[in-house]
């Protein structure tokens, strides 16, 4: 029970920034192509391209806080997290 509790605030918190970017972007060319509301599969694919930069680096940190879960059965914090990553500029995080 523990280890699907494990990090749920964190996930609650990934999965609302996940989405804001993809859906505004996705609204966005969407107006810009006029397509009247009516989401075509060119606005869905520009999300998923564009949207990608600000959703890369939330996986990868809970892929890491999954990973640290599972070998020491704590949760690691994201503020020691983003430390690690701010000494190597960030790098580990746009991995994914």
């Given at each position: 029970?523990?280890?699907?509790?494990?990090g749920?605030?964190?996930?609650?918190?990934g999965?609302?920034?996940?989405r804001?970017?993809?859906f505004?972007?996705?609204l966005?060319v969407?107006?810009?192509?006029?397509?009247?509301?009516n989401?075509g599969?060119t606005a869905?694919t520009?999300a998923s391209i564009?949207?990608a930069?600000f959703?890369?680096p939330?996986?990868?940190?809970e892929?890491?806080?999954r990973?640290?879960?599972?070998?020491?059965g704590?949760?690691?914090?994201?503020?020691?997290?983003?430390?690690?990553?701010?000494?190597?500029?960030?790098?580990p995080?746009?991995r994914?």
């Open positions: 029970v523990s280890a699907s509790l494990s749920l605030v964190p996930r609650l918190i999965v609302g920034f996940k804001v970017p993809k505004g972007i996705l966005g969407s107006y810009f192509l006029e397509e009247g509301g989401v599969y869905a520009a564009f949207s930069p959703i890369n939330i996986r990868m940190i892929k890491q806080q990973a640290f879960y599972k070998t020491t704590v949760e690691k914090p994201i503020k020691e997290i983003l430390k690690e990553s701010a000494s190597q500029n960030f790098r995080l746009f994914g």
